[in-house]
């Protein structure tokens, strides 16, 4: 938590190295698939200055292959995959807002999904992770949003599968942002899109080193399926 003489910052994106932090949620979250995660992890990275008030902070949400590196360089030299839009006197200025990507639990960018260790079992979770949806994004990044202490996003950004959450925010929490900017999203997918995404998944299921979800067990990973 911070006080609230001292709002949290983070380096410009121009000048230096942008550095995750990562945030445990030690509170129960019921999923829409019906599970319950008993507390989970939210890798996240932070661009300029929260302002007294907290009323300038942006959430950035991203798509289906994206993380919580959005900009600047990291410690591996990585450039964010939204640098040409954040950063001073960019499209969202972090001379005026505070800007804030987490990693979606699910991921394989170190929040809470697959190859994270089950405390039931002792062992990552593999293919037993449960299912997620929009919904349970939505409902990871505020309870992030209340660790920041943050009342009401400046605005909730995000394009495809990130614009998606944006959508969710404002119906769900339509109190908590001013503004959800939605780029190249819609409120649902088409019977073609969700039949790519199918393909997509048995392609990755059906290599022989998926190991039915528990690849990091037997040292190898599903790359040729993801090729």
């Not at 037997?218 to 090729?227: D, F, G, I, N, Y």
Request: charged letters at 20%; hydrophobic letters at 35%; aromatic letters at 8%.
């Amino acid at each position: 938590m911070y006080p609230d003489s001292s709002p949290p910052s983070s380096p410009d994106n121009l000048h230096g190295v942008t550095v995750s932090q990562t945030v445990v949620i030690n509170r129960p979250m019921d999923l829409v698939c019906g599970a319950t995660l008993p507390s989970h992890s939210l890798v996240f990275e932070t661009y300029g200055t929260l302002n007294k008030a907290r009323s300038n902070a942006i959430l950035i949400c991203h798509a289906l292959s994206g993380d919580h590196h959005v900009a600047g360089i990291d410690t591996e030299g990585k450039i964010g995959w939204w640098d040409h839009y954040i950063g001073p006197g960019k499209a969202i200025d972090t001379n005026k807002f505070f800007v804030v990507c987490p990693n979606n639990i699910g991921s394989c960018f170190g929040s809470t999904g697959p190859t994270s260790n089950n405390s039931r079992t002792g062992k990552a979770y593999g293919d037993s992770f449960p299912s997620i949806q929009v919904r349970d994004w939505v409902e990871s990044q505020k309870y992030l949003m209340d660790h920041l202490k943050i009342e009401c996003w400046a605005a909730v950004i995000g394009g495809s599968l990130g614009g998606m959450q944006a959508m969710c925010w404002s119906l769900a929490y339509p109190d908590k942002l001013k503004y959800a900017v939605v780029i190249a999203a819609a409120i649902k997918l088409s019977a073609q899109n969700i039949a790519f995404n199918e393909i997509a998944r048995r392609a990755i299921q059906s290599d022989v080193e998926f190991k039915e979800g528990h690849y990091l067990d037997h040292e190898t990973s599903p790359k040729q399926a993801l090729r």
